[in-house]
């Protein structure tokens, strides 16, 4: 790790300022930024530990959602009650990531800001236009098979690997924001990750210095919910691909549906055609699979990822089956 | 090119924390890990290094009871904390239970991956008692309990390549039911 | 009294691994310690032109930098010798670099992050070479290592292979491919060196003192008795810790300049480039058979890859030579090189892959026979060594078969595939033959009492979690009448009399055998009224005759039930067994142990591991736990092991065999087989990933 100073400020307004210098950056669980440090890809001038921050509640919402801090663990969204029994898709999306001593030290904020696991991003000496723009795309070409089917550029086939925000994408969460300048915003999180197009290097669209405080959850959807997660192993491994959803059918007929892909783009994937296509039609396996096939209908694959194809789609169709079969 | 020079020992950090019962007040690199803190610093190397990225277990400790990777923490971000190691789990001569479980069992065979696999353990055994839910659960608002499939989905952050998994999953089901009566 | 040896006791090493005290090489402290950081290659061929250090150099801390052009003179590189591990490891010796990842400058300072942080600003700049990194590239080029170097070829040939194959009823002929896997010990290589009055020790993680202490004396030009190596306890080592590495070789370097202690520590990262890997293979496997299953012909012919750096050649076909009976038989063994890092053994070097391509094979002429692959193999049960010709000095394939099948319930598998489902899973059922080749090797050993009921042994094995020190203590109190109490093992010294150290499973047999024969001698000089207090004796064993009169081998057969995801593809293990036959078993819990780790390391084989190279950058891009993947506890349902009685005369004075490589073999190509079983899924590319079974799912289901 290069070196850096290391301060621990109380208040959001220092937390922000102190993050908005050059070379300033956020720590709080430290699980990927740390693994990143080391590795050099990051190298801070200045770490801001926000572990000291009031960022700790976990309360109701006068909407009727959940306000979940930032710094709540991974662990305790997954453990609470009223994400169990209300949000069932995020507890799975979050216990079907890491490991439990991952789970227990990362933090809500943290997850969403988490990083690439590219390889070609994790190595200094290869091109990257993440890590280096400009420098190129080293996994087009090259080992892709973990890599964006949907949404990619010429630049960057980077994909998300977060599993809580492809939940939280279900189910249309919003990320409050506190800039620097002390003005406090909430973006829809389908707003927060970005697609890479020319400039793969931001993974957000927060401006530096800005900080999550908190994620929002609306009122519980109706209807059932699942994450399906695919990998390599039968734990603790990042996902091939997986879908959240939540499906609410009245009399065999759907009435509403929300998707969320994980494991396919530069973000979590909202198959929009495939979402308006269901509404209203038949709960049936052939509805099902007509709308999986419209969600991977622009998949732009690489040579080492074309099954990612026929798996999302796949995965799509199953889990509106099962979800259907179970009810409701 | 970023120059490398440390920051002055002038503005490193103090961290005041609580290993194995013993305060203790560090100032030490802001780099230095928590697992470096503790090999390095302590002598206490039960805890192992055997990735440095969270990716093998093997570093596990208890952080205000709770099982966390030392390695992808700073000692300077564990400011107040109580930190238990393998060290601090036994009571000088008599051994932790899923100690002797382990060995019994022989759930260990390099034993590498042990200090970080009974850490995690005992980690484990706390959040069945809070209610933390698994993705083994069928359903997860279910109260959890403890078989061998939960155990093994549960303990999947710590990997052992000798492989004594099934003598590790016997050793810890041993251990619990133990607990329990 | 009941014998000592063989009992299921526990480890004696148990209580310090357990409660964190039993010190790995990283543990080691020494005063005034300097920390090393290894900068590496970041091209695959070609030269250093330029190495720029001055940051490093003048970082706060920073106490040298080692490159090529500063490096102490070192002894050459030997291209064969008769131990490979026991060659010179010159260490930043030019500046040539031969692949990624290769060692290029260290970095010593006062603290590990300083070091760390120094070695990430050296910039080196190189002149880039073209290299070859895929094997098939390489086929062409390919040649037949033991014909290089000694003339005789490595082939082995009888009767008329390609006609008895033509004429064959059945036929099978197929290629099988294993990617490169890696040791992926949980421990890193590590180590601390220190000088004391002109005589270096190193504390390193080694599997074999001897051949490392020759290695670190014969590079760094030192008299064998200026160096101590120790090795006290081994994080794991899987032949991956048979050679020295750059750790120890230039943590010894560093220290002699700088005159105090270093220590270096290989980072995750690094092992994949600095230290081994098992080879990737292309294998070719053409069996021909009678209607009724009786093989005509076995031709197995492998290539595998080779490096530029250095040259190794691993034994694919070893095992199918002895394992299955017919009268025209073809093996050959052909190596490339490729300018990628250097392969070395990994566990069951040979037979963990051969056998992932002929045991898939047999089950394939099963089906093609429409007949049970137990049957298939009973059918071709040898008299001898089909060979060799010699006589097996045991065999116990077919108990281990039947009993397994038995105990698996076997009866119960359904021979159609994908008839067999458990809600949205597809199960299936397959199995596998083990074979390892048993060996003897020469061993000495040193039994010393400390007082008429205390005895100390003295070798230099290593236990790397197998259970050395447990052994040797029930052997020593076995033949002195002492309770293995009060048997003191110190292992992992070079002071202590040479032994093979641990690979290839001759460890526990030459170093039990050698100390039976102190403990003997001992017993005989007590006997003959030598007082007891400080009585020492020395014991030795070589391999004798029975070697050459004898096929040795110990047999295993695996059972592996599975389930594929009908949506997915994901195979998932739901339960294995595996019923070996290894000679007498000299500690019961311990080798079923490592039976079950050999049987999970199958499973990573069949699902899981493999490093990818990247051809453009002639790296392994895989680097790391999360992406190089081994099995999690997840992984492992209910896996278990047993062991038949047996006693081989031939093997050595305690009638054991080796079995910390006998579980990977054949374990890996039973999952394969169960694969198929599930769901028709006939994949010959390991691992047997998630997207290589879905087409057949596209194809069954759509």
Redesign the interface.
């Known amino acids: ?8 400020p109380t208040s959001i307004a220092a937390a922000t300022l102190a993050a908005s210098q050059l070379g300033g950056k956020f ?1 709080a ?3 990927n930024l ?2 990143l440090m ?3 890809v990051e ?1 801070p ?1 200045s ?1 801001v ?1 926000i ?1 000291a921050l009031p960022l700790r509640d976990f309360g109701a919402t006068a909407e009727g959602g959940l306000r979940i801090g930032a710094l709540v ?1 991974n ?1 305790d969204i ?2 609470d ?1 009223r994400i ?2 209300a949000y ?1 898709v995020l ?2 999306a979050l ?2 990531g ?5 789970r ?2 990362a933090t809500a904020g943290g997850n969403l800001m988490q990083r690439t ?1 590219c ?2 991003f ?1 190595d200094v ?2 091109p990257c236009n993440k890590r280096q723009p400009g420098s190129g795309c ?1 996994a087009i ?3 892709s ?1 973990l890599h964006a089917i949907l949404g990619a550029s010429r630049d960057c086939i980077a994909v998300h690997p977060s599993d809580m925000a492809v939940a939280l994408t279900a189910l249309q969460a919003e990320i409050e924001v506190h800039a620097p300048s002390g003005v406090v915003r909430t973006l829809p999180i389908c707003a927060l990750h970005r697609l890479p197009d020319e400039t793969p290097d931001h993974d957000t669209s927060l401006a530096p210095g800005e900080l999550i405080s908190a994620i929002i959850l609306p009122p519980p959807a109706r209807g059932k919910q699942a994450y399906r997660k ?9 996902a ?1 691909v997986s879908v959240a959803a939540i499906l609410d059918c009245s009399s065999r007929t759907v009435r509403d549906v929300r998707l969320a892909l994980g494991g396919v783009a530069h973000k979590p994937w909202q198959p929009r055609a495939a979402e308006r296509a269901l509404v209203g039609a038949p709960a049936s396996g052939a509805s099902f699979e007509a709308a999986a096939r419209a969600a991977v209908a622009g998949a732009e694959p690489q040579p080492g990822n074309q ?1 990612k194809i ?2 999302a789609r ?2 799509i169709a ?1 889990t509106l089956t099962d979800l259907a079969a179970r009810g409701g | 090119m ?1 120059q ?4 002055s020992s002038a ?3 103090t961290t005041r924390l609580t290993i194995n019962g013993q305060k203790h007040e560090l100032t030490v690199d ?2 230095t ?1 928590l697992l470096d803190t503790l090999r390095d610093h302590l002598g206490l190397t039960g805890s192992k290094k055997g990735c ?3 990716q093998c ?1 093997a570093c ?1 400790v208890l ?1 205000n009871g ?4 030392a ?4 000692v ?2 564990r ?1 107040g904390d109580e930190i238990v190691t393998i060290e601090g789990l036994g009571e000088s001569e008599t051994l932790h239970p899923l100690q002797q479980a382990f060995w019994t069992h022989d759930g260990l065979q390099c034993g590498f991956c042990t200090p970080g696999q009974i850490c ?1 353990a005992v ?2 055994f706390r ?1 069945i008692e ?6 083994a659960m069928a359903n ?2 279910a109260t959890p309990s403890l078989d061998a499939v939960e155990v ?7 990997i052992c390549r000798c492989s004594a998994y099934p003598n590790i999953v016997a050793a810890i089901l041993d251990s619990r039911q133990g607990h329990a009566g | 009294m009941d014998s000592i040896i063989g009992q299921g006791i526990d480890r004696i090493d148990g209580r310090a691994k357990i409660t964190g005290a039993a010190a790995y090489a990283a543990d080691k402290r020494a005063p005034d310690m300097a920390h090393g950081a290894i900068v590496t290659a ?1 091209i695959a061929r070609g030269r250093i032109t330029s190495i720029e250090s001055t940051t490093a150099r003048n970082t706060l801390g920073v106490l040298m930098v080692m490159t090529h052009e500063n490096a102490p003179r070192q002894a050459p590189f030997q291209a064969r010798a008769d131990d490979r591990h026991a060659r010179p490891k010159p260490q930043l010796a030019s500046d040539e670099v031969q692949h990624f990842g290769a060692p290029v400058a260290l970095v010593v300072a006062e603290t590990p ?1 300083a070091a ?2 120094a070695a ?1 600003s050296v910039t080196v700049v190189y002149e880039k070479s073209a290299g070859v990194f895929e094997l098939g590239d390489a086929s062409r080029d390919a040649y037949d290592p033991l014909k290089a170097s000694e003339g005789e070829s490595s082939d082995s040939h009888i009767g008329a292979v390609d006609a008895a194959f033509d004429a064959a009823r059945t036929r099978i002929d197929a290629i099988y491919t294993t990617p490169y896997q890696c040791h992926a010990m949980m421990e890193p290589h590590a180590s601390l060196a220190s000088w004391q009055n002109g005589k270096l020790t190193v504390w390193s993680s080694l599997q074999l003192i001897e051949s490392a202490h020759k290695s670190i004396a014969d590079t760094l030009l030192l008299e064998p008795d200026h160096v101590e190596v120790i090795s006290e306890y081994v994080g794991g080592g899987f032949g991956g810790k048979l050679p020295v590495h750059a750790d120890a070789i230039l943590a010894a370097l560093a220290a002699r300049e700088l005159g105090r202690p270093v220590r270096i520590v290989l980072t995750r ?1 690094q092992m994949f480039h600095v230290t081994t890997h098992r080879p990737a293979s292309i294998q070719r496997v053409r069996l021909g058979a009678d209607a009724d299953g009786t093989l005509t012909s076995i031709a197995h012919q492998s290539l595998s890859q080779s490096a530029r750096a250095d040259e190794f050649s691993e034994p694919i076909v070893n095992a199918t030579r002895s394992l299955y009976a017919a009268p025209n038989r073809l093996t050959s063994q052909r190596i490339a090189t490729l300018d990628l890092p250097v392969p070395d053994s990994m566990r069951a070097p040979g037979e963990a892959i051969g056998l992932l391509a002929l045991e898939q094979a047999m089950d394939e002429l099963a089906v093609a026979l429409d007949m049970d692959p137990i049957a298939l193999r009973l059918r071709n049960e040898p008299e001898q060594d089909p060979e060799k010709r010699v006589p097996f000095s045991t065999r116990a394939l077919v108990p281990c078969l039947t009993e397994g099948a038995r105990r698996f319930g076997w009866d119960r598998r359904r021979k159609q595939p994908g008839t067999t489902r458990d809600g ?1 899973w597809l199960v299936g059922m397959g199995m596998a033959a083990a074979i390892r080749g048993n060996f003897l090797r020469k061993a000495s050993a040193r039994v010393t009492l400390k007082s008429a009921r205390r005895a100390v042994v003295e070798m230099d094995m290593t236990d790397i979690g197998t259970g050395s020190y447990t052994v040797l203590a029930q052997i020593a109190a076995e033949v002195l009448g002492l309770p293995v109490e009060n048997i003191e093992v110190r292992l992992g010294h070079s002071g202590y009399p040479d032994t093979p150290g641990s690979g290839g499973s001759f460890g526990a047999s030459s170093c039990g055998a050698a100390l039976h024969d102190a403990c003997t001698k001992l017993k005989a000089r007590l006997a003959a009224g030598e007082g007891a207090q400080g009585l020492s004796a020395e014991g030795h064993v070589t391999p004798g005759e029975d070697y050459k009169k004898y096929s040795q081998f110990a047999y295993g057969a695996h059972f592996a039930e599975v389930g594929v995801d009908e ?4 195979v ?1 293990l739901r339960r294995m067994l595996g019923v070996f036959s290894a000679g007498r078993i000299l500690n019961a819990k311990t080798a079923r142990s490592q039976l079950i780790g050999g049987m999970i390391w199958g499973v990573g084989a069949a ?2 591991e493999e490093a ?1 190279v ?1 051809p ?2 002639g790296a392994f ?4 736990l ?2 190089y ?1 081994v ?5 492992v349902p209910d896996v278990d092991a047993i062991l038949l009685d047996e006693l081989d005369p031939h093997a050595n004075v305690l009638g054991s065999k080796g079995v910390g490589e006998l579980g990977i073999c054949g374990a890996g190509a039973a999952i394969a087989n169960a694969v198929y079983n599930a769901c028709g899924a006939r994949v010959r590319s390991y691992p047997i ?3 290589k079974v ?1 087409p057949t799912l ?1 194809d069954r289901m759509e």
Not at chain 2, 66 to 69: C, F, T, V, Y
Not at chain 2, 71 to 74: R, V
């Open positions: 790790m290069r070196p850096f100073t290391f301060e621990r720590i669980g430290g699980t740390l693994d080391k590795v050099d190298r001038t770490l530990d572990s663990s662990t997954a453990s009650n169990r029994e069932p507890a799975e216990l079907n890491a490991s439990a001593q991952l227990n030290q696991r390889p070609y994790y000496f290869m080293s070409g090259g080992y098979r695919v990998r390599d192993r039968a734990s603790f491994a990042f091939v099954f026929d798996l796949r995965l199953r | 970023p490398s020079h440390p920051i503005a490193w950090p802001p780099r890990t440095d990225h969270g277990g596990t952080v709770a099982r966390m990777n390695c992808l923490s700073l300077a971000m400011h995690s980690g484990m959040e809070h209610g933390v839910p698994s993705a997860v608002a093994r989905e549960r303990m999947s952050g710590n | 970041t992050e760390r942080a990430d990262q949205r949506t997915t593809g994901e998932r699902l899981e990818v990247d453009r950058f891009i895989t680097r790391d999360a992406s993947h099995p999690v506890h997840a992984d990933t998630l997207d879905l596209l």
